[in-house]
Structure formats: C-alpha cells, structure tokens
Nanobody, 120 residues
Framework: VQLQASGGGLVQAGDSLTLSCAAS????????VGWFRQAPGKEREFVST????????HYADSVKGRFTASRDNDKNTVYLQMNSLKPEDTAVYYC??????????????WGQGTQVTVSS
C-alpha cells in the first residue's frame, strides 16, 4: 500500500482545510487509517483514526470537535476536515494505514506528509 497525503497549505487562524490521503497499489481494504502530525522539535502525535467501514472514529482531545475524519473506499481516499484551525495545529500531517489504534506502532504503511501552517 502506498499512501499520498495532500491538501496542506498556509491558512489563517479560524480557517478550514481538508487533507486527503490517497492509496495506490493494493487498496486500503480492511485497514484503519490514522492521521498523525509532527511539529518542529516535537514528537509525532496522534490526531485521528477511522475504521475501514468509517463507522468508528477516534480523535485526540486537542482536535475533538474541530476535525472530522471520513473515507471513500470506492476512491481509496481518506479525508481529514479541519475547521477552526489554530496556530498550534501547525505541523506536518501524515496518514498511515494499519490498526484502529492511537499508537504509531499500530500503523504499517505511511504517507510522506503534507505541511499545514496556521498563522495567527
């Protein structure tokens, strides 16, 4: 499974962005897809995860109520809708396919990351 994250950019606080994670090669079949982020000088952290069916989602407390994960398995694509963005959301965002867990170790396949920068 190869993953390609896209949709990042430079926005102002309060704006919205939607990230996409597209799979190529073997599909996402059966995999949960997680989103993680890494800010400069910080460790990579969990943001959200969504089950294969899309029926189960989990979010970090820091983004709950602002971010929404969804997926279109026909298009082999997972989305992360990010609303009410804050400067502290600035990071490189990565998508990954694996288990429906919050731990980085639970994910087998990783995309290359997309930069999100939120100005105040």
């Amino acid at each position: 499974v190869q993953l390609q994250a896209s949709g990042g950019g430079l926005v102002q606080a309060g704006d919205s962005l939607t990230l996409s994670c597209a799979a190529s090669g073997p599909s996402f079949t059966g995999y949960a897809v997680g989103w993680f982020r890494q800010a400069p000088g910080k460790e990579r952290e969990f943001v959200s995860t969504i089950s294969w069916s899309g029926g189960s989602t989990h979010y970090a407390d820091s983004v709950k109520g602002r971010f929404t994960a969804s997926r279109d398995n026909d298009k082999n694509t997972v989305y992360l809708q990010m609303n009410s963005l804050k400067p502290e959301d600035t990071a490189v965002y990565y998508c990954a396919a694996g288990l429906l867990v919050r731990q980085i170790s639970g994910y087998k396949y990783w995309g290359q990351g997309t930069q999100v920068t939120v100005s105040s």
